[in-house]
Nanobody, 123 residues
Framework: QVQLVESGGGLVQAGGSLRLSCAASGRTFSNYAMGWFRQTPGKEREVVATINWSGSTTYYADSVKGRFTISRDNAKNTVYLQMNSLEPEDTAVYYC????????????????WGQGTQVTVSS
């Protein structure tokens, strides 16, 4: 069992930056691939970025490539999402998620979820 707690969301103007954090507790953090997902009302949860257990392999949705960076610190049991050049379209609830084994890109592949943190980008 892994418990995940996100933080760092908030209100920011377009073009600004935010850094999301996801602190994990429970099982050995380095056993898990991690992902950041986001969801807006009426839409399905979508992948934003994923990272493998060591941090050596990352994946980004096309919509955030070049603007967002996922990273992890296994010593701190934390995964991060640095979001730069934010756009109003990035407004969503952001969730971090964990799974054993290799990274995958679908929400259904992930076993553990945080409660989410709201990111609002004003134009």
């Amino acid at each position: 069992q892994v418990q995940l707690v996100e933080s760092g969301g908030g209100l920011v103007q377009a073009g600004g930056s935010l850094r999301l954090s996801c602190a994990a507790s429970g099982r050995t953090f380095s056993n898990y691939a991690m992902g950041w997902f986001r969801q807006t009302p009426g839409k399905e949860r979508e992948v934003v970025a994923t990272i493998n257990w060591s941090g050596s392999t990352t994946y980004y949705a096309d919509s955030v490539k070049g603007r967002f960076t996922i990273s992890r610190d296994n010593a701190k049991n934390t995964v991060y999402l640095q979001m730069n050049s934010l756009e109003p379209e990035d407004t969503a609830v952001y969730y971090c998620a964990a799974k054993t084994g290799p990274t995958r890109f679908g929400p259904r592949d992930y076993d553990y979820w945080g409660q989410g943190t709201q990111v609002t980008v004003s134009s």
